[in-house]
């Protein structure tokens, strides 16, 4: 049998089993041996996956990556092309776009680089359409925007979902709350720190052993951990990604309509062919990026407010900071002088490990 007809038969063996507290140990061990055959999918055996393929390889510049991602014909290019000032082919018949078209644009004293992917199609995470290519390029972005009409039913949104999550991105999620530590010997030690969590002891063991693992530490601390997020951590490939769903072309609906459908969760509508609505786009970009700037400060000179040092949320230590100018800059660095909302008085003298905040000023001092 081929991948996909192995693939085929458990989802449709999922579908028939009703989902009840006797059938989680089988459905568990059901999605812990999909799991395994989608990361055979993706990376074939001695293949290790081939790479995004011509067209689609995009060198990362700038201060973060967002993809644009929709089915064809939903207005990706315009809204590139009117964002970035980049030309990408538009047309009023789908897949116009067929390599990643690349663009930046500059907010807030940030670069950012735009991709326009090529538009996928239902079954991409199976390979259908060049989907896996465009999706191993949506893997690496640090924001991916949905682009949805809105002419056309939502459901296009759960489709583009259901693919992004079989190759392993997850839309507005956190990491799940569960530790997991590999041993030589001992055996399989499940502990749940929270009352009445949804994985019980008996699945997690059954998942466990479908993947061949007899020795190992699993600890719960979320009663809200399913089967999927155990499987989600044995796997550990897993990117976890804010998402936006720009809704297109509302110029084209009422506003009754409009307010309907405005209701979507983490939703901005646009109109990309009149421009309306980009302020609050952009606006929210910069929030779900969460990129954090910092302004140098020479000694005895006023702060160069002109262009910050752009960093990203989750890593803004000083430290930080001095590899992104140069990475010997961090050893030569005997403390810094900080002005801004980090600190509690201005300047205040701080090392390697102090965080910075948004719009903080800084002064390196060497040894």
Known sequence: MSLLAKIADIENEMAKTQKNKNTSHHLGLLKARLAKLRRELITPKGGGGGGAGEGF??????????????????GKSTLLSNLAG??????????????TVPGVIRYKGAKIQLLDLPGIIEGAKDGKGRGRQVIAV????????????VLKPLAHKRLIEHELEGFGIRLNKQPPNIGFRRKDKGGVNFTATVAAAELDADTAKS???????????VTLRDAGCTADDLIDVIEGNRVYVPCIYVLNKIDQISVEELDVVHRVAHCVPVSAHH???????????????RLVRVYTKPKGQLPDYTSPVVLQDERTAV????????????????YALVWGSSVKHNPQKVGKEHTLDDEDVIQLVKK
């Open 86 to 99: 980049v030309y990408s082919e538009v047309a009023a018949y789908e897949f116009t776009t067929l390599t």
């Open 275 to 289: 421009r309306w609505n980009f302020d609050d786009l952009l606006e929210r970009m910069w929030s779900y990026l």
């Open 207 to 217: 998942i466990l052993s479908e993947y061949k693992i007899h020795n190992t530490d």
């Open 319 to 334: 430290h930080d900071f001095c590899l992104k100018i140069h990475k010997t800059l961090a050893k030569e660095l005997k």
């Open 57 to 74: 390889d995009v060198a990362k510049t700038g201060d973060a990556r967002v993809g644009l991602v929709g089915f064809p014909s939903v």
């Open 138 to 149: 949506a893997r690496t972005c640090n924001l991916i925007l949905i682009v949805l009409d």
